[in-house]
């Protein structure tokens, strides 16, 4: 599907150059003198490399089709996370390099959305929030008054985050998947 340039999100695969493009960046640039264009930051599906290309809006680009299908995680080995589709019970292996950090936020029977390109698997979208236990923080400094002031802590997966100054070890508490941040507590 083609689109112009000045229509490029952040977020959008895009063919170009005979590659598969992942758009990170873009920014509306309008010169003094010329025409405007689109900065758009690029990182290579297949190679992992990163581009920086100007695209005007003249310019169209071609918008790759993605399919998106439901997965169930099943488990991970030392280099895969294997996923069951829920409806005809076929497994893929995708590396967890594709993942990242979000690897560790997995848990079984975890339902998430696998994006793919001719059945290559682009990208894993984990649902919005999951609840985590703290496994350690710091005890609260006593009189410090900034309302906004974050203690570090050490979630059960791992993960290392920021949270408010009244949760303790043990507690059970919501993270925003998109952004590995603190949401809120649960009782």
């Known amino acids: 599907m083609k689109i112009l340039g000045n229509e490029i999100k952040p977020g959008m ?60 995680f099943l488990y991970e080995d030392e280099n895969n996370c294997h996923f069951m589709d829920q409806k005809n019970f076929e497994q893929i292996v995708i590396n967890k390099s594709l993942l990242g950090e979000k690897s560790k936020l997995l848990k079984e029977n975890m339902e998430v959305n696998v994006q793919f390109y001719e059945e290559l698997a682009l990208s894993v979208d984990l649902p919005t929030s999951v609840e985590l236990v703290i496994e350690s923080t710091d005890a609260a400094i006593k009189g410090q008054t900034a309302s906004s002031s974050y203690k570090p802590a050490t979630l059960e997966n791992g993960i290392k985050i920021m949270v408010p100054p009244f949760i303790n070890s043990g507690d059970k508490i919501i993270l925003d998947t998109r952004t590995l941040e603190y949401v809120k507590k649960i009782k």
């Not at 598969?20 to 297949?46: D, M, R, Y």
């Open 13 to 72: 695969v895009i063919e170009h150059n005979n590659d598969l493009w992942t758009v990170l960046k873009t920014q509306h640039v309008k010169p003094g003198k010329g025409g405007a264009f689109n900065q758009v930051e690029l990182k290579s599906v297949k190679k992992g490399t990163k581009l920086n290309e100007r695209f005007r809006s003249s310019d169209s680009v071609e918008r790759a089709v993605l399919d998106e299908k439901k997965f169930s």
